[in-house]
């Protein structure tokens, strides 16, 4: 009963570019636990192990020694990390990301799952088609997801300008980007690309509940809703943890939507807007990588803190229900 | 029979990845001669190439890492620690740019004293030659001259009654009457990215004076709050929105056939670039008038927009064929009528023949040359270019906020903060706030 969804796991890993280490570890260990019957297993997860040691582990392990050494090679303890934390854009951009992060993860939760019972409660035939049109947007990259999103809110050129008026309450496209709309913005471009790819994940694993315990439910006199919040919820609650898990960690490493919507507004979001950006910027305007590795560990970190917290209160990785 | 299935699949995946590798563009290591040019530089780059087929050139354009973007820094950073890769020439949007292209750690501009002859370089303005000068060193010569001018809609001034201003404050008299007799014209507008060197720049402001390490960022200094306390009013009532030219709103709203710009202070380049290729203005209406004077100030100053440099690289493989570009560029490319350079070229004898072109262009309603060279030299010279770019200072602390409806007098201060912790976190002392 497992095995279909650790597999769809494993593949979906490969699709999103969340990359948390803990993942594919995960992966490993059950398929470690179930036997080398798997060679073939094996095939489908050596290539991504190595793509994920090239560019995952190994620069984040040169990150780590950047982070602590000065740039003549020297050891500097913390102060890479302090001088960071004093630099006059760190707090407003944590801030920032801490705003975005909390709009986002609530959108996708509620939403997603909301989206993913409504769909697998109602006939195969009309789902099959919904399945694809939550998936479409997700398979535009990033930034061209907020490159039509750009002209989405640019009120003289948009084709839902109404809505722009009235709701965002916006006559010019910078009005439509002021600052304390931002991170409501940028959480809904993120919805648009991401939660139709978590959508179809969900419904996979509303999939692996056994007919017989919902025919049970309904012959015990559960309800539609009932169904829903009492039976299917609680048994996909692991895959909602997984799924909170890689957002948490790229909504704190967001990057792409404030550094397009920096360059399209010439500059009036600043291209220091989340913790990711004032990264780059120390890297490539300050010639300073050493501090961008700081930054680029306290991330890490917080993504490490939240995955952990995560996975020991749903028991992620125990075994059985 | 599975193992059968399996190598079809396992050959075209090794196909897509080895096409997927090979035939990445950009051999710039077979070129003789690479360059970096924004697109309005395009047409020189394309004209160079057909005058000396014998020279092989890369061309590539790039978005001229204007509005203070980081492009080229990202890109020399990422040239010197790989060892390899720098163009041989760049032209860069942003004027300060060779100012930390000049400096460790970019290290990239070569001096142009050793490339380029005096008798040459002598025909550049001195104010130009100094924007262009790092630490006693020239590593740069400017394309053009940006000197910020009063450009008119004659037009529309004979057909509504009115006199062209002089003063600043004759502008502002005018601005508050246009909003009463003629809602919906604008005398200006305040929303672009370096408007701050249009208005407060041209009024001696002082946010950007360099002495050696430190700068003086003095944002609440006379000459700024009485800028602001001037302009203010303006805002408010509409005739200067704080909008950027170059967005498809503005055009919308304030261009076209039945434009309603009626005066616009702006660089020397706006004059085809902005009203017509941006705007679509109709031909007969527009014309400069000489930049306008602080009532009571007994010399007139101006500020700039630009003035983009050329710069050689220290690593270029033939120098001289990169100075031979960049002097063709400068000195000989001045095309006239529909093709003409954007904007007034630096070297003295060019700017003279783009000037009578300018003169004999039927765009205009009137000869615009006049002030244009009168405004030439009054750049204020007290401004120094840094190595930090403010204009997205100005734009994230002043006209997001202006947007929302707040005073330019308020937003001074912050705007002074602002500057002083991106000029700290340049390594700049700051004095003066």
């Known amino acids: 009963m497992t095995s279909p969804a650790t597999e769809h796991r494993s593949t979906s890993a490969t699709e999103d ?55 003549s090679g020297g050891f500097a303890g913390f102060r890479n990390f302090t001088d960071t934390a004093k ?19 609530s959108l996708l939760m509620v939403f997603v799952v909301l989206l993913a019972l409504l769909l697998h409660g109602r006939a195969s035939r009309a789902s099959s088609m919904f399945r694809f049109m939550y998936y479409f947007p997700g398979a535009l990259a ?60 969900l419904y996979g694993a509303l999939n692996t ?67 990711n950006q004032l990264g780059y910027q120390l890297a490539f305007r300050y010639a300073d990588f050493n501090a961008a590795a700081a930054i680029a560990v306290d991330l890490l970190v917080v993504g490490l803190l939240a995955a952990f917290v995560i996975i020991s209160r749903t028991g992620l990785f125990k075994a059985a229900d | 029979m599975k193992h059968r299935r399996l190598w079809p699949a396992v050959a075209v995946m090794v196909l897509a990845f080895v096409s997927a590798c090979g035939g990445s563009g950009g051999g710039s290591s077979k070129a003789d001669l690479t360059v970096w040019v924004d697109a309005a530089r395009l047409p020189v780059a394309k004209a160079y190439q057909k005058a000396h ?8 354009t790039f978005d001229g890492d204007g509005n203070g973007a980081t492009t080229l820094q990202s890109k020399i950073q990422l040239w010197n620690k790989a060892g390899k890769g720098w163009p041989d020439v760049i032209f860069s949007e942003q004027a300060n740019d060779p100012v930390w292209m000049g400096q460790k750690p970019f290290d990239f501009a070569a001096t142009i004293t050793d490339l380029m002859p005096d008798s040459v370089l002598s025909q550049w303005p001195a104010t130009s030659t100094a924007q262009c000068t790092v630490d006693g060193r020239q590593v740069c010569v400017q ?30 008299a005018l601005g508050a009457k246009v909003a009463t007799e003629h809602p919906g014209y604008i005398v200006g ?15 001696q402001c002082p946010l950007s004076g360099v002495d050696g390490n430190s700068v003086t960022i003095n944002a609440t200094d006379q000459h700024c709050t009485e800028m602001a306390d001037l302009v203010d009013p303006l805002i408010k009532n509409g005739t200067l929105p704080p909008l950027g030219v170059f967005t498809p709103d503005f055009a919308k709203q304030y261009g076209g056939d039945d434009d309603k710009v009626l005066m616009m202070p702006g660089p020397s380049w706006y004059a085809k670039a902005v009203f017509n290729d941006t705007l679509h203005m109709p031909a007969g209406e527009i014309t400069a008038a000489p930049p306008l004077q602080w009532e009571g100030d007994s010399e007139v100053t101006t500020g700039q927009v630009g003035g983009g440099p050329w710069i050689i690289s220290k690593h270029a493989k033939d120098s001289k064929a990169a100075a031979d570009f960049v002097t063709y560029a400068t000195t000989e490319f001045n095309p006239t009528g529909a093709d003409a350079r954007p904007g007034y070229p630096a070297y003295a004898p060019a700017a003279d023949t783009w000037l009578k072109g300018m003169a004999a262009d039927t765009f205009f309603a009137s000869d615009p040359t ?15 270019l840094v190595t930090y770019p403010d204009q997205p200072v100005w734009s994230d602390t002043v006209v997001s906020k202006l947007v929302a409806g707040d005073s330019l007098s308020s937003l001074l201060e912050p705007l002074g903060e602002a500057l002083a912790n991106a000029a700290k976190a340049a390594g700049y002392d700051v004095a003066g706030n």
């Open chain 1, 209 to 275: 509940i056994p007919t017989e315990l919902e025919d049970a439910a309904r012959i015990d006199g559960a309800g539609p809703l009932t169904l829903a919040l009492r039976l299917k919820l609680p048994l996909i609650r692991k895959w909602i943890a997984y799924m909170v898990i890689l957002s948490f960690a790229t909504g704190t490493q967001l990057f792409v939507e404030p550094q397009l919507v920096n360059q399209a507004s010439l500059g009036m979001v600043p291209d220091t807007w989340s913790s």
């Open chain 2, 143 to 172: 394309d053009n001259i940006a000197q910020v001018v009063l450009w008119v809609n004659k037009k529309k001034m004979d057909e509504f009654g009115y006199t062209v201003p002089t003063t600043w404050q004759d502008w502002a």
């Open chain 2, 370 to 384: 006049p002030a244009l060279k009168d405004a030439a030299d009054k750049i204020w010279g007290g401004w120094s």
């Open chain 2, 189 to 203: 507008n305040i929303g672009d990215s370096y408007s701050h060197w249009i208005y407060l720049w041209a009024n």
């Open chain 1, 87 to 105: 630099d006059y854009r760190f707090v407003p951009a944590m801030e920032h990301v801490l705003v975005y992060t909390t709009v986002w993860l």
């Open chain 1, 17 to 71: 570019q969340g990359g948390a280490a803990a993942l594919s570890s995960s992966s490993v260990q059950v398929a470690r636990s179930r036997g080398l019957h798997g060679w073939r297993a094996f095939s489908f997860v050596v290539p991504y192990l190595l793509f994920l040691v090239l560019f995952g582990i190994l620069p984040m392990l040169y990150a780590l020694k950047l982070a602590f050494t000065k740039a």
């Open chain 2, 53 to 60: 087929p014998d020279v092989k050139m890369d061309i590539v």
């Open chain 1, 142 to 201: 990033g930034a061209a997801s907020v490159l039509v999103w750009l002209f989405m809110l640019d009120p003289s050129v948009s084709p839902g300008s109404f809505f722009v008026h009235h709701v965002l309450g916006a006559h010019h496209f910078v009005e439509s980007i002021a600052p304390g709309k931002l991170p409501f913005i940028f959480a809904m471009i993120a919805f648009w690309t991401g939660a139709g790819g978590w959508v179809v994940v």
